[in-house]
């Protein structure tokens, strides 16, 4: 992102809509979800309204319904406000080591003032990132460990799901980082 800000291509002057459901189909991995609900529980997020928000926006965008004819999630995303968006002025909240690939590698990469072609994700940075931190085996051990039944999701499920696993009990979220540490002490820490 610095690379392209020297190259005089920023966010500057877009209203994010790559955070909104014009452009965003976002879905995080398992190493991802655990790195966000990490630092909501650091910085005591109030889970009951996330969970709300999250909900809101699972059923205002069906994100938990597949059309018809439609098997896989992978055979189709669907766009949608992330939740956690602030709008044009705000933007995100979310640090940027907490922020997941797929929003970290979405950048402005042409400057022609049209953001529909102007702006797209650079999948093969994204790609080498993730090896390099041997994060396959991480995401397996993950989804075993806390019997996920998917390998993305969109960011609200997926919010939902972990709030729903660990709740508001610190510990045993804890107890659960700890065991993936002893397993990969990177990139969790
Ligand atoms: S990546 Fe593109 S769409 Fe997203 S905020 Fe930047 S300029 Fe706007
Ligand atoms: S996590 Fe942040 S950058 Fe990614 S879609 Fe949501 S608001 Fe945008």
Redesign the pocket.
Known sequence: MTQLESRG???????????TD??NSMMVTPIEIVDLFSYLLKSKADLQSLNEKMMVSVIKYKLDILPPGIKKKSQFRRTYTCPFFLGSEF?CPLPRDIKPYGCLG???QKNENN?DN??WSKKEILESQSKANNEAELNIWIKTELNLDWDKEYLPLAVIHFIHLFGIDDNSFENFLQRARLFAPHPLD
Not at 9 to 19: D, F, P
């Open positions: 291509l920023s966010c500057l002057g877009c209203t994010g809509v790559c955070c014009v452009a933007g979405f950048n402005r953001i102007d702006c």
